[in-house]
T-cell receptor, first 115, second 113 residues
């Protein structure tokens, strides 16, 4: 069964360091999402791609966060510099462009701890 | 802005029914969802309901929607230990990939023997 892949699964870093997360969506899925899930809360959308284009990054802290999906397939989310408040689970999801219903398929996430 | 609220915890005895409740504020919500998150895993879509429906049943799951009160519930019949997880209520204003999904904070379901 096709799945969304993410790596690494866990990342511990010190504040002011740079971190990067990688996501490989389900093959053929044109839409890719990055979410941040703070402990005890639901996921919050950071950025949404349609193929290689950003369609929504209104909640992305652009002074320190960047995201790219250069070939419209896999994607990288970067934080530089990391801050203590960035500790969270970072989830990637993908969906196809079917007309009837948009089901988002989630990866297992990357748990980031900033010390 | 849009908001989705749910209680944080629910404890039920194995074999009983679990009912998880949710309220939302966006009257233009088109789809309402229930997602399940097991420890260390991503979210899995359990079921969804279109806003013009009152009820949807899928095996042990029953979803009830009261659009007037903006209240959504998920009933799990014959709750098993494998149902222990966090359950997220969510809504979106449309069905296309461009429609943002707003999630609640999740209800942690624990099962007593």
């Amino acid at each position: 069964e096709a799945e969304v892949a993410q790596s690494p699964r866990y990342k511990i870093t010190e504040k002011s360091q740079a971190v990067a997360f990688w996501c490989d969506p389900i093959s053929g899925h044109a839409t890719l999402y990055w979410y941040r899930q703070i402990l005890g809360q639901g996921p919050e959308l950071l950025v949404q791609f349609q193929d290689e284009s950003v369609v929504d990054d209104s909640q992305l802290p652009k002074d320190r966060f960047s995201a790219e999906r250069l070939k419209g397939v896999d994607s990288t989310l970067k934080i530089q510099p990391a801050e203590l408040g960035d500790s969270a689970m970072y989830l990637c999801a993908s969906s196809s462009n079917v007309v009837y219903f948009n089901e988002q398929f989630f990866g297992p996430g990357t748990r980031l701890t900033v010390l | 802005g849009e908001d989705v609220e749910q209680s944080l915890f629910l404890s039920v005895r194995e074999g009983d029914s679990s009912v998880i409740n949710c309220t939302y504020t966006d009257s233009s919500s088109t789809y309402l969802y229930w997602y399940k998150q097991e420890p260390g895993a991503g979210l899995q879509l359990l079921t969804y309901i279109f806003s013009n429906m009152d009820m949807k049943q899928d095996q042990r799951l029953t979803v009830l929607l009261n659009k007037k009160d903006k209240h959504l519930s998920l009933r799990i019949a014959d709750t098993q230990t494998g149902d222990s997880a966090i359950y997220f209520c969510a809504e979106s204003g449309g069905y296309s990939s461009a429609s943002k999904i707003i999630f609640g904070s999740g209800t942690r379901l624990s099962i007593r023997p």
